[in-house]
């Protein structure tokens, strides 16, 4: 009977899900070519122009991810992102609003429309008057997100390895940027003032740790589904349940922002999946814990959580609550 | 043993008492009908037996299983047709029938064709390229297929043109010899009269009046003009009842021998005489008038 369900299930998402996994797909492929073009052509220019100046890298961090310019690690994550280095703009695509908003998007409409939009589409008493246990179709519904949210993450992972594929080595010519100065210093007489490398500077990249950050990811869609899902368990309309369910998601990414932002605000960071979500701290750095500090003791060291653990714990209590919810409620009669 | 009993079944929805202390049996074998205008209870009733509802008070039971806190046992038991009938529109009517039959540890075989012909429908025709009343009749196959004690519809007959009118109390004349236990709601007297065994009419949530369908067929109503002295008594001997003779017409309802009943009416003089069988409509307008 389960597997029934679980089948009808996936047959009604199919399509969403295909285009989802498709778009996500292109977009991971697309966005090795922009981490080859940024690391490999703007970043050097710009460090090059610094470095004639007098001006090092730590000025550029400073501009752009602290002081006026923290908004931008709000949004993007991570202190210590080199824009230099390819896997850390590699590991910039998983906090890239595309990826963050879809997948977000995909995990609250399916589980949003899960119980309220069987009974908005009127269908659920067809289904209950079967001998299904309320708590069957719960199920049935996690295990249809144990199935699809690895699918998403797998068009993650298989784009990315398919840009690798396609745009080769992370190499970084100087010879363009040498031919232009040395124009440009024949026309206008003046010296050249740096001495630019010499041959093509490899880049090292590396995806091998992606599959580890998208896990991340996946908690993150599993912990918005599962409080989407709960907030389906309630409603009768499927609109109403989807627009509460958004809403206290982009509730929680305004608040994770702010918090970062205002540290009289950090206090509530952690109380929203956000802030559990670190795909470049394990990533880079392989470190699986957020410390409770960061956002309570003004950064002082205070208690390590595990950023899965409380994603799929979020996401687990959600279906929990659904499944109490759903199986004890009087069903509302078709409009 | 009834198949389905219901004791004291009361369903308050805040303050709005929508069903009040319902007893109803079905037994095996049996059409049992409700009867009522909307609001009445029918539908809560219904929903209440079926386990969508957790009642107030009282308890209804399937086979001896609790509605609410046993329900998928009462589900394995029942097969419903829904009033306000939505189905899964990215389906084939066969699909449906197959995806509703495994849900119940069934595989249908060719009877779903068979039956699909007598209702004149072509299963594989996806559902959103069918009308309201093609829906209503895949429904109705998917409920007609499962080999269960009990069918309950609700007002089943809504957008079916009258030949599947007739074909649809047709199948449930089958089912009902076929030893199964039936439950209907409607407001279509005539529906109600043709197949039923039983009729609980309701009215504002209450079971007013339970009446037996044969009685009522052995019953007639007789009308005449009376060209001579009025009768002192009826045709079983007992004087008739009160109104029964008005401004020299003859108008009572009589329930006995059908031979009783002409005899008496050859010895009395008479003109116009018409004798008619009783129906539900003078039962019901006496409710809801």
């Known amino acids: 009977m389960t597997l029934v369900l679980v089948r009808k299930l996936l047959r009604d998402v199919r399509w969403p899900l295909l285009a989802v996994c498709v778009i996500l797909f292109l977009f991971s492929a697309f966005w090795v070519k922009i981490a080859q073009r940024v690391t490999t052509e703007i970043a050097p220019f710009f460090l090059l122009i610094g470095q004639a100046q007098g001006i090092g890298k730590e000025v550029f961090d400073e501009v752009v991810f602290k002081g006026p310019g923290k908004v931008s690690q709000a949004v993007m994550g991570g202190a210590d992102v080199q824009f230099d280095r390819p896997n850390d703009f590699l590991a910039v695509e998983l906090l890239h609003p595309v990826v963050v908003i879809l997948v977000s998007l995909w995990a609250v409409s399916r589980a949003a429309s899960a119980i309220s939009g069987e009974i908005d589409r009127g269908t659920m008493e067809l289904l209950l008057s079967q001998p299904v246990p309320r708590g069957r179709l719960v199920l049935a519904h996690?295990?249809?997100?144990?199935?699809?949210?690895?699918?998403?993450?797998?068009?993650?992972?298989?784009?990315?390895?398919?840009?690798?594929?396609?745009?080769?080595?992370?190499?970084?010519?100087?010879?363009?940027?040498?031919?232009?100065?040395?124009?440009?210093?024949?026309?206008?007489?003046?010296?050249?003032?740096?001495?630019?490398?010499?041959?093509?500077?490899?880049?090292?990249?590396?995806?091998?740790?992606?599959?580890?950050?998208?896990?991340?990811?996946?908690?993150?869609?599993?912990?918005?589904?599962?409080?989407?899902?709960?907030?389906?368990?309630?409603g009768r309309s499927r609109w109403r349940a989807l627009g509460v369910a958004a809403l206290v998601v982009v509730v929680m990414f305004v608040a994770n922002v702010i918090g970062q932002l205002w540290e009289d605000a950090a206090f509530v960071r952690p109380a929203t999946v956000f802030f559990y979500y670190q795909p470049q701290r394990v990533w880079l750095d392989a470190v699986w814990t957020v410390d409770l500090g960061d956002a309570w003791a003004g950064g002082k060291p205070l208690a390590r959580v595990n950023v899965l653990a409380v994603l799929f714990g979020v996401g687990a209590a959600g279906y929990l609550v659904a499944w109490r919810i759903f199986t004890r409620r009087d069903l509302p009669a078709p409009l | 043993m009834s198949v389905l009993a219901t004791e004291e079944l009361t369903k308050d929805y805040g303050r709005f008492r929508a069903l009040d202390g319902l007893n109803l049996s079905v037994a095996p074998g049996e059409v049992v009908g409700l009867l009522g205008p909307n609001g009445s209870g029918k539908t809560t009733a219904l929903r209440l037996v079926l386990g969508f509802m957790r009642p107030t008070a009282g308890r209804a039971t399937v086979g001896g299983f609790d509605c609410w806190g046993q329900s998928v046992e009462v589900r394995r038991r029942v097969a419903y047709l829904p009033g306000e009938l939505r189905l899964y529109e990215n389906m084939t009517g066969r699909q449906l029938v197959r995806f509703l039959g495994r849900l119940r540890g069934d595989e249908p075989g060719p009877e779903v064709d068979a039956l699909a012909k007598r209702l004149d429908i072509d299963p594989d025709r996806p559902l959103t390229h069918m009308s309201s009343g093609m829906k209503r009749k895949v429904a109705l196959l998917a409920i007609l297929v499962p080999k269960v004690p009990l069918v309950i519809l609700d007002e089943p007959t809504n957008t079916l043109d009258p030949t599947m009118r007739d074909e649809l109390l047709e199948q449930l004349r089958l089912a009902r010899d076929a030893g199964k236990a039936v439950l209907f709601s409607s407001h279509v007297l005539q529906e109600v009269e043709a197949v039923c065994d039983r009729v609980a009419i309701l009215r504002r949530g209450r079971l007013v009046h339970l009446q037996d369908m044969e009685e009522l067929r052995e019953g007639r109503h007789v009308t005449a003009k009376?060209?001579?002295?009025?009768?002192?008594?009826?045709?079983?001997?007992?004087?008739?009842?009160?109104?029964?003779?008005?401004?020299?017409?003859?108008?009572?309802?009589?329930?006995?021998?059908?031979?009783d009943l002409l005899g008496w009416l050859a010895r009395l003089s008479l003109d116009e005489l018409k004798i008619g069988s009783l129906g539900l409509t003078a039962i019901y307008r006496k409710y809801h008038s």
Do not use: C
């Not at chain 1, 001495?195 to 991340?216: C, F, I, M, Y």
């Open chain 1, 142 to 234: 996690l295990i249809v997100d144990a199935l699809v949210i690895p699918a998403v993450g797998l068009s993650v992972v298989g784009g990315t390895q398919l840009g690798l594929w396609a745009v080769g080595p992370f190499e970084v010519n100087y010879e363009p940027l040498e031919r232009a100065m040395e124009k440009q210093r024949q026309e206008r007489r003046i010296p050249m003032l740096i001495k630019l490398p010499t041959g093509p500077k490899h880049l090292d990249v590396s995806a091998e740790r992606q599959g580890w950050a998208v896990l991340n990811l996946a908690g993150l869609a599993f912990a918005v589904s599962g409080l989407s899902m709960a907030v389906s368990a309630t």
């Open chain 2, 226 to 259: 009376l060209l001579g002295p009025p009768p002192a008594n009826g045709p079983d001997g007992s004087p008739l009842p009160p109104g029964a003779i008005e401004d020299g017409r003859l108008d009572f309802d009589y329930r006995g021998p059908l031979s």
